[in-house]
C-alpha cells in the first residue's frame, strides 16, 4: 500500500514587486492541502530575485507563516507591528477580518532563502481580529533525534514520552510545522495525530518516505494516520506540515480567501473603499 497519495512539484513563479519564488498550489482542488493553501519559496543569491520585496498589500480570511532560514525581511502593516524576520526565525500573521502590510528584504546582496505557508481559517473566524507574532530563532524548539535535527515551528513532536511543543498554539485547524534536516543514512520515525493531514515538502536533497522517494521540490500528501519514516541516502532538508482539514469550500482571489465569491467580491469592495480593516 502507498503512502503517498499525490505529488505536486513546485513551479516557477513571481509574486510581490517581481519576486521570483518556486509555488507549490492545489490549484482549485484546495481538499488536497486541506488546511493549508499553498507554500512559497523563496531561494537566491542573486539581489536582483528577491531585493524588490513584497510591498503593500491586504490580506482577508487565512494565516500566513513566515520563515526566513537565511537573510532578514522586515514586517510592517497598518496596526502599527513591526518586526525583523531574521536567520532561523519566523512570523505568525493571522489577517482575520483584514491586515494590510509590507515585506521588505533588509539585504541588498547575498543568499536568501526562506518559505510562506498559508493556512485558511475556518468559517467563523474568517472575520476575527488580526494577531500577530514575530519569533525569534531563540523561540523555536530544537529537537536532535541522532545526528537528525527538527526545528519545531508549531505543533507537538513526540519523541518517546517526552512532547515538544512549537511556540504558537490554540489554533484549530492544530497546525504542525517542522524544519528537518537528515544528516545521515539513519531513519527518523514521526508520529504524528490521525485527525491531520499530512505534507512533506522537500527542498535539499532527495529522501524515501516509508521507502517511496521524494526528490527536491516535490510535496507529497499522506495518508492521515500513517505512521512516518523518513530516510536520506546521506542528507535531505524536508518542510513537514500538518492540519486538521476544515472541509470547507474555498474562495480565493488573490490575496483574499473566503468561502464564497459574494464574500471575495465584498472583500474587494472593501478594500477599494478603505474599510477592509475595519478602520
Known amino acids: 500500500m502507498n503512502t503517498i497519495m499525490h505529488r505536486l512539484t513546485a513551479q516557477p513563479a513571481s509574486d510581490g514587486a517581481g519576486v521570483k519564488i518556486k509555488r507549490v498550489s492545489p490549484g482549485r482542488d484546495y481538499r488536497i492541502l486541506d488546511p493549508f493553501l499553498m507554500l512559497d519559496e523563496l531561494r537566491s543569491d542573486s539581489a536582483g ?53 509590507s515585506e521588505m528584504p533588509l539585504q541588498k546582496e547575498g543568499f536568501f532563502h526562506g518559505f510562506q505557508l498559508w493556512l485558511n481559517l475556518p468559517a467563523n473566524e474568517k472575520m476575527r481580529d488580526p494577531e500577530y507574532h514575530n519569533l525569534k530563532a531563540d523561540d523555536i524548539p530544537l529537537i536532535r533525534e541522532g545526528t537528525h535535527v527538527i526545528h519545531v515551528l508549531g505543533g507537538r513532536f513526540l519523541a518517546g514520552s517526552t512532547v515538544t511543543s512549537g511556540p504558537i498554539g490554540d489554533r484549530s485547524t492544530d497546525p504542525h510545522l517542522w524544519d528537518i534536516e537528515l544528516n545521515d543514512g539513519n531513519e527518523l520515525s514521526l508520529r504524528l495525530d490521525p485527525g491531520l493531514n499530512v505534507l512533506l515538502y522537500a527542498y535539499e536533497g532527495k529522501l524515501s518516505v516509508n521507502g517511496e522517494p521524494l526528490f527536491t521540490h516535490q510535496m507529497a500528501t499522506t495518508e492521515s494516520g500513517t505512521a512516518l519514516s523518513l530516510k536520506a541516502e546521506s542528507s535531505a532538508k524536508v518542510l513537514l506540515l500538518a492540519g486538521r482539514p476544515l472541509a470547507e469550500p474555498v474562495a480565493q482571489y488573490g490575496p483574499f480567501v473566503m468561502n464564497t465569491r459574494e464574500q471575495i467580491e465584498e472583500a474587494i469592495h472593501e478594500y477599494q473603499s478603505g474599510t477592509l480593516t475595519g478602520s
Open 49 to 101: 530575485d528577491y531585493a524588490a520585496g513584497f510591498p503593500s498589500h491586504p490580506h482577508r480570511g487565512f494565516e500566513t507563516i513566515t520563515y526566513m532560514r537565511k537573510g532578514l525581511l522586515e514586517h510592517q502593516d497598518h496596526l502599527g507591528n513591526r518586526g525583523v524576520i531574521e536567520n532561523g526565525g519566523a512570523q505568525w500573521m493571522t489577517a482575520g477580518r483584514g491586515v494590510i502590510h
